[in-house]
Each structure stands twice: as structure tokens, then as C-alpha cells.
């Protein structure tokens, strides 16, 4: 396999890790909303009955754990994090590409960081047995794991995004660069809405 073909490889695999972080987004909004959802029954229940479901606080809790954990590998494909650019647009292209690559690394550092603590947590808490202390006693590992399987899946998400973006800026493409890990543009982010727009209108015919 040539060059050539790696760089075609490294791409094919980035597709494919946007489509599975795009069907992850899709099951951590729906535990959101199952989360709401519960939430909402719980407090007319409430207010109705006087006898509460319970466990709303608990439930919600690790549903918004979990679903951020499993969203955050598509909000960092799409270049959704939060940069300060006041200077960065008026920088030289090779400049702000090294820049761009620079902050993938400082978030893939802290990722991995982030990553290894949460999995010494789940690994306690398996280890010790711990269940919450709540009247459902939940075993702490299963949300825990299941929080830690999204924050490991980002890490896979970021290795891929920073090989492809070494390769590119040792060859000097830095369109690619840009594309892979730099700074959204006002006309990519109106592009981006727009299609997210024709999405939804798709959607609803």
C-alpha cells in the first residue's frame, strides 16, 4: 500500500467514525429526552398523587453523564469546540495550520487524561462493588463504563484526526489541516445550518 492509498485509508476511516459519532449523538439525545421525559412524569406524579416515581435526580444524572461522554466525538469532528480566533484569522495560512494542529493535541492530551481518571473510577467501583445511595441501589460501574466507553471512543476519534492532520501538514496541505481540526468560518458554520435546515425539511415531507 502506497501512500496514496494510506491517506485514502486514514480518510475512509474518518467517514466512517463521523457516521458512527452521528448515530451516537442520535442514542445520547434520545436518553436525554427519555431523561426529560421521566422527569416531567415524575414531578406530575408528583404533584397529582403525592407519590413521586423517585429516583428523577439519579436517572438524570447519569443519562446527562453518559450522552455528553457519547456526543462530545461528534461535536470535535465537526470543529464544535469553543476557540478564541480574534487574532487567529489574520494569522498566515502556515501559521494558523500549526496552531490548529497545536490544539488538537493540547485536547487530545487532556482527553486521554480525562479518559484514564474516569476509567480508575469505573474500575473502582467494580472492583469494590459500589452501588448509589438511593433507594435503587444502582451498581455504579454500569453507568460508569458506560460513560467511559464514550470518553475512550473520543480518544479513537482524536488519534485518527491527528494522524490525519500530521500527515497533511508535513505535506503542506493545509486546507486539510483546517479542514480536519481548524477554525469554523461564518460561511462554513451558515453552511452548516443550511444544511441542517434542508435536513429537516426533508425530513418532515
Known amino acids: 500500500m502506497n501512500t496514496n492509498d494510506r491517506y485514502r ?14 448515530i451516537a449523538i442520535w442514542i445520547a439525545g434520545s436518553l436525554t429526552l427519555a431523561s426529560a421525559l421521566y422527569i416531567s412524569a415524575d414531578v406530575l406524579m408528583r404533584f397529582f398523587t403525592s407519590r413521586p416515581l423517585g429516583g428523577a435526580d439519579e436517572l438524570s444524572g447519569y443519562a446527562f453523564a453518559i450522552s455528553i461522554s457519547w456526543a462530545l466525538s461528534f461535536a470535535t469532528l465537526q470543529r464544535a469546540n469553543i476557540r478564541i480566533d480574534a487574532l487567529y484569522q ?30 480508575t473510577v469505573a474500575g473502582l ?5 459500589s452501588t448509589a445511595n438511593t433507594t435503587f441501589a444502582t451498581p455504579l460501574w454500569i453507568p460508569q463504563y458506560l460513560w467511559l466507553a464514550g470518553l ?3 480518544c479513537v476519534v482524536l488519534a485518527l484526526m491527528l494522524l490525519r492532520s500530521t500527515i497533511a501538514l508535513v505535506t503542506g496541505d493545509f486546507d486539510t489541516v483546517k479542514a480536519v481540526c ?6 462554513e458554520e451558515a453552511q452548516a445550518e443550511a444544511e441542517s435546515g434542508r435536513r429537516l425539511v426533508q425530513g418532515d415531507a
Request: proline share 2%; glycine share 6%.
Open 90 to 119: 489574520y494569522l498566515p495560512v502556515r501559521v494558523s495550520a500549526v496552531l490548529d494542529w497545536i490544539a488538537l493535541v493540547v485536547l487530545a492530551v487532556f482527553i486521554v487524561y480525562w479518559t484514564r481518571y474516569a476509567g
Open 125 to 129: 467501583s467494580w472492583d469494590n462493588q
Open 182 to 187: 481548524g477554525v469554523r468560518g461564518t460561511q
Open 9 to 22: 485509508a486514514l480518510s475512509r476511516l474518518l467517514d466512517a467514525a463521523t457516521r458512527l459519532s452521528r
Open 152 to 154: 475512550v471512543w473520543l
